[in-house]
C-alpha cells in the first residue's frame, strides 16, 4: 500500500497502524487535495488503551499541516469525530473514465477533517472521490 504510513510500536510489536494516501475530493467546484486515512487497527489486545487515538491525533497534525482536506470512511464514527473529524452528511460519489457514479452505499460513512487551509465547505453537498480499484472510499 502506498502513502505514508504511521505505526504505535511497544516491547518492538506493531500496536496500531494507519495510512494516509493522497487523493483529490471534488464538492461546490473545489478541488481539494486530501490526505485520505485507511488501515487504521489496533491489535486486539491492545484495544481500549488509548494507541488509536494517539495515533490518529498524529495523522490528524499530519494533514491539517499537509493537505486542504482529511477525508476516510468508516463504520466507527464514534471514534473518529471524539477526535475533531465530521460526518459528510451529502451524497457520495466516485469519479470514473465514463462519469460520476453514486456511491449510495457509503453515504453516512465517510467523515472528513477541516484543516487550517480548507474552504468553507457545506457537509450537506454532493462530494467525489478518485476512482481506484478496491474500495473506492
Ligand atoms: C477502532 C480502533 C482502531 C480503535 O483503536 P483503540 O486503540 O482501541 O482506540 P482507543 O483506545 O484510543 O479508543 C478510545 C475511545 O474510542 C472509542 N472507540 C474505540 N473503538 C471504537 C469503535 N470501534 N467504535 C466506536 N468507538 C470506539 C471508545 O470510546 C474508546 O474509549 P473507551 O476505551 O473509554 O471506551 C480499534 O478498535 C480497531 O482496530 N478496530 C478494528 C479495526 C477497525 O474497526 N478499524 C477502523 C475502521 S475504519
Known sequence: MGGLHFILEEDGAIVAHASVVERELHTS???LETGYVEAVATRPVHQRQGHGSTLMREVGEYIDQTFRLGAL???SSAFYERLGWVVWKGPTFVRTDSGVIRT???DG???VRLTP???ELDLSAPISCDWRSGDLW
Open 29 to 31: 467546484g473545489h478541488r
Open 104 to 106: 449510495g452505499e457509503e
Open 117 to 119: 487551509t480548507s474552504p
Open 109 to 111: 460513512s465517510v467523515l
Open 73 to 75: 470512511a468508516t463504520g
